[in-house]
Structure formats: structure tokens, C-alpha cells
């Protein structure tokens, strides 16, 4: 019974952090985790295409077998998901967490990203 109060509150802050999102009219980026990978993924203002992504299952990442914990891990796909932005010509966007809560490697990619010149 805990895990469909968490999944039905998670989902209302989805729809109610991108419904302000597709208000703003904004590219933004988004990020998807699991419990071993994190995903993200920057879209276009209604989210019809993918700009730039990046995730921890790149054979870049695979390769490196970067030694630490999935928070470390977290920052290295911002810092790459914001080179690739910036590569494309995009800098500022809007940040959706995708209902996670902003804390450990949410946050740690959301900075990682802003360091490496994305402004959210």
C-alpha cells in the first residue's frame, strides 16, 4: 500500500512541475532515475524532440567505470548532457526532476549542469 501512495504522489508532482513547464514554453531538461542509472534529456519547448542527452549506460561512462558512488556518477552525466547542450546552441533551459524530489543525485546532476554552463 506505501508504494502506490508514493507512486500516485510522485505522479502529481510530475504533472504539476511540467504542467508549469509547457506553460513557460521553455526548453528544458529532464532527468529519469533508477536505482543503479540516471538518464537525461534535454527537450524542446513542447517536448516533440531530443536536443541533447546523455546517460550513466554510455559506452563513454562504461568505459571509464568512473570508481565512486551514483552520486559522483550523477554529476558526470550533467557535465555531459550540458556539453552537448551547449554544443547545439542552448543555455538556458528549465529544470524538470520528474517528480524526484530535489536531493542526492537529482540535485548533484541539476549543478553539475549549471557549472557547466547550462542556466536553469
Do not use: W
Not at 32 to 47: E, L, N
Not at 80 to 108: C, M, P, Q, T
Amino acid at each position: 500500500m506505501m508504494k502506490k501512495n508514493a507512486a500516485i504522489k510522485r505522479e502529481r508532482r510530475v504533472n504539476r512541475s511540467r504542467g508549469k513547464i509547457f506553460d513557460l514554453g521553455v526548453v528544458y531538461l529532464s532527468v529519469h532515475r533508477t536505482s543503479q542509472h540516471i538518464y537525461a534529456q534535454v527537450f524542446s519547448p513542447r517536448g516533440a524532440t531530443v536536443l541533447a542527452a546523455a546517460s550513466s549506460l554510455e559506452p563513454e561512462f562504461l568505459k571509464k567505470k568512473i570508481d565512486g558512488n551514483k552520486v559522483q556518477v550523477a554529476e558526470a552525466v550533467g557535465k555531459l548532457v550540458a556539453e552537448r547542450a551547449k554544443a547545439k546552441g542552448i543555455e538556458n533551459i528549465a529544470f524538470d526532476r520528474s517528480g524526484y524530489k530535489y536531493h542526492g543525485r537529482v540535485k548533484a546532476l541539476a549543478e553539475a549542469a549549471r557549472t557547466n554552463g547550462l542556466i536553469c
